[in-house]
């Protein structure tokens, strides 16, 4: 039986929301999901006749701005959790690295393996990139921990999550929000060259929002539906439009002006593309049985503009940790994959940049 809600004082954590005044609203949405019977691996009920999975909401949206009081970007009194496996995280990394915020945001990150209490901080010995329990934050051993320091709190214990350091609290776990907090809200403490929003600038919000429903409902999202969905119905459904879209993004990348979705300038829209497409050949193929086509085999305008994103920019290559994103799906999942058994291939991970 899953421990639905850890007592506090056994965490040594303090219960942010009952005993820090806090100015910012408590959020009191419903988001009943995780029953003492579910188990964490049971993205879709077991009752459910459709068999497709449906991703919750998150939960927690509030949001570092230069005009609020309550949070406003300050150096070093942020911390991200997150997971080098997760594509929602890994855009946070992307981003925070993009704008050179490492010095002033702080990172945990959690061990690749999420066992039936979630993700956790890792035992000595377990790689120096991960953070060892308990976390010095928060005092946490899993990051289930942290959200359950909010009262009533019944959700999905995901990463990424942005911590106010200073107040003890959870500002944000949606990784569309944290990413644009990233673009410009920091600017004030960034020199001169990091300062400004190319990402998501004011005249391509129309097209990037755009492109960004229909990928995430359909790629980003879509490998999870396919790999999750427990009806040959639902996972087929999921299949076809996820690889329509790959030939919708093969075409757009084949009339670019330039080496990103919208020509020469590297957006939001490559930056959301990038944590599904770097993950498709190693994992989403055989794991969650995307495997009508491969990236390097069957999309060359897709696999260009990876290989360009990978080899050239750094902050996209120094936050692609292949290990920690081929060990996490694979041996996460005993409902897909019941003895963990992690494939060799592809070999490599990502071909050379000029192959
Ligand atoms: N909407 C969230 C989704 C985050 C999410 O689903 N993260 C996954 C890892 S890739 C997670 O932590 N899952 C744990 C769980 O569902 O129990 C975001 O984009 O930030």
Known sequence: MLLRRLP?????LRPISTQLPSKLPIVTRSYTIMTTERKITDWVPKDSKTGEFNRLASTFRHQISRTSSDL?????????????????????????????????ISVSVVHWHMGPSGWRFGEEGEGEEIQKAPEPNTGAKFMRDIYNTVEGYDGRFTV??????????????ESSEIIRMFY?????????????????KEEDRQRIDEFNGWVYETVNNGVYKSGFATTQEAYEKAVISLFSSLDKIEAILRESSGPYIFGSSLTEADIRLYPTIIRFD?????????????IRHDYPNIEKWLRHLYWDIPAFRETTNFEHIKKHYTKSHPQINPHGIT????VPDILPKNA
Request: glycine residues 4%.
């Open 343 to 346: 494939p060799l291939g592809p």
């Open 282 to 294: 190693p994992v989403y193929v055989q794991h969650f049985k995307t495997n009508l086509k491969m």
């Open 184 to 200: 410009e809200e920091f600017d004030d403490i960034l020199p001169e060259e990091k300062r400004g929003n190319s990402y998501y």
């Open 72 to 104: 406003p970007p300050e150096s070093n009194r942020y911390h991200l959790y997150v997971s080098y496996a997760c594509p929602w995280a890994h855009r946070t990394l992307i981003v925070r690295a993009l704008k050179g915020l490492e010095k002033h």
């Open 160 to 173: 990424p999550l942005l911590w106010d350091k200073k107040m003890n609290r959870i500002v944000n776990n």
């Open 8 to 12: 506090l004082q056994l965490l040594k």
